[in-house]
């Protein structure tokens, strides 16, 4: 990992409207809610929580899928917070998606080669270059050159899912969003495609946003993770030190909940189980989002919003009690 910044966010929020009934007072789901941080080149930065913590929102909205509510996003040093789609042309080759359903990421009337080919007339290439490069990429992500004649209905879920790693990579790119991309696959697969990632990044100095809840994936493929909760980011710092020494009691509570393989180990660890109900995005806490369920809670936590703030070196964590309950 270098020293230089790829993404740059500051205070990002992404907010949807719901509708209104009966001329009552305009209602939004605050899917991401102020967000600081940056993921820098080389790297793979993860981001885990619950389902519905606001993380595929939080990456589609720093690559510009949706549009920001309020902050700023930087893409090596150029604001591109209000930048148009013809704007974003100039990034399109740059920065690049992999979704979480290899199926419906597809277009099911093309066959493999016509949905590589797509990208690459866009930036120009030759019909020869095409022919080449599709290959090449196929070679890469473990498939065959018969197999561009096949249509994505004739694959398994792990196949269609190199499809889209290849599709992703024809342009060349510099940082990839990674959208759940395992989350579809049986385990001995997502080994082989989180394998292969890792083998790809190596190879072309990709930078990569892992979204995902796969806690024990998660520590092997991230070189920092980001921990969400209700829109917010609650805690980051290095893999390593995250799995070994978390701070917010959100964070203890997701590592307790791990599956663990040995049975004696498994019956040693202390599983932390959360009471009360996971509050509405609609109507966040005043305070900490996670004071209505966190067992530390004090009346400053429910009056008054933590900021994410350094406790060690590059350990990140939005707590007002992180010092006191930290083992």
Not at 123 to 140: T, V
Request: aromatic share 8%; hydrophobic share 35%; with cysteine.
């Amino acid at each position: 990992m270098s020293a230089e910044k790829m993404f740059e966010l500051k205070d990002l929020k992404k907010y949807f409207p719901v509708k209104r009934f009966l001329g009552g007072k305009p209602q939004y789901v605050k899917a991401v809610d102020g967000i600081t941080m940056d993921i820098y080149k080389g790297e793979t930065f993860g981001l885990v929580g619950e389902s519905g913590c606001g993380k595929s929102t939080l990456g589609r909205t720093m690559i510009r899928m949706y549009d920001v509510t309020g902050g700023t996003v930087s893409y090596k040093g150029t604001d591109i917070t209000n930048a148009t789609p013809k704007d974003m042309q100039q990034f399109q080759n740059k920065i690049q998606i992999i979704f979480q359903d290899p199926y419906s990421s597809l277009n099911p009337f093309w066959n493999v080669d016509e949905i590589l080919q797509e990208p690459l007339k866009q930036i120009g290439m030759g019909e020869g270059e095409r022919k080449d490069r599709i290959e090449y990429l196929l070679n890469k992500v473990g498939m065959k050159p018969d197999d561009m004649v096949k249509f994505p209905y004739e694959f398994s879920g792990g196949q269609r899912q190199r499809i889209g790693i290849a599709r992703a990579l024809t342009v060349n790119p510099e940082f990839i969003m990674c959208d759940e991309p395992i989350a579809a696959l049986d385990c001995s697969i997502q080994a082989q495609v989180v394998n292969m990632l890792e083998d790809l990044q190596h190879e072309m100095g990709l930078t990569y946003l892992f979204v995902s809840h796969d806690l024990s994936m998660m520590r092997y493929i991230s070189t920092r993770i980001g921990v969400m909760y209700l829109g917010n980011l609650v805690e980051l710092t290095e893999s390593d030190t995250l799995y070994e020494r978390p701070m917010h009691p959100y964070t203890k509570a997701l590592l307790s909940a791990r599956p663990v393989a040995d049975p004696k180990r498994a019956r040693a660890n202390r599983r932390i189980k959360l009471v009360g109900e996971l509050p509405s995005p609609l109507k966040v806490p005043a305070g900490c989002p996670f004071a209505p369920r966190c067992p530390y809670a004090t009346e400053v936590c429910k009056a008054e919003r933590p900021q994410l703030r350094e406790l060690e070196k590059g350990h990140f964590v939005a707590c007002h009690r992180a010092e006191e309950i930290t083992d």
